[in-house]
């Protein structure tokens, strides 16, 4: 995505979890509108859901 510093690494997780590049940002948009400049909250939220993602996929929940 972009070089800018992070205190999650995110992007690494999305492609150990094998979640598309368009999923993830959706789920970084929408954390965005609801944390606006907040980046750590960014992050973590992006981070929490990439889990919450990887967890039902692992559960077949999701396909």
């Known amino acids: ?3 800018t510093p992070r205190i999650f690494e995110y992007e ?3 492609n ?3 979640i598309e590049p368009d999923i ?3 789920i970084i ?3 965005r509108k609801e944390f606006g ?3 750590m909250m960014v992050e973590l939220h ?3 859901a990439l889990r919450y993602i990887k967890n039902k ?3 077949g929940v999701l396909s």
Do not use: F, H, P, T
């Open 1 to 3: 995505m972009d070089n």
């Open 12 to 14: 690494a997780l999305s």
């Open 16 to 18: 150990k979890y094998n």
């Open 24 to 26: 993830l940002k959706k």
């Open 29 to 31: 948009d929408e954390a």
């Open 37 to 39: 400049e907040d980046e």
């Open 46 to 48: 992006v981070v929490r």
């Open 57 to 59: 996929l692992n559960q």
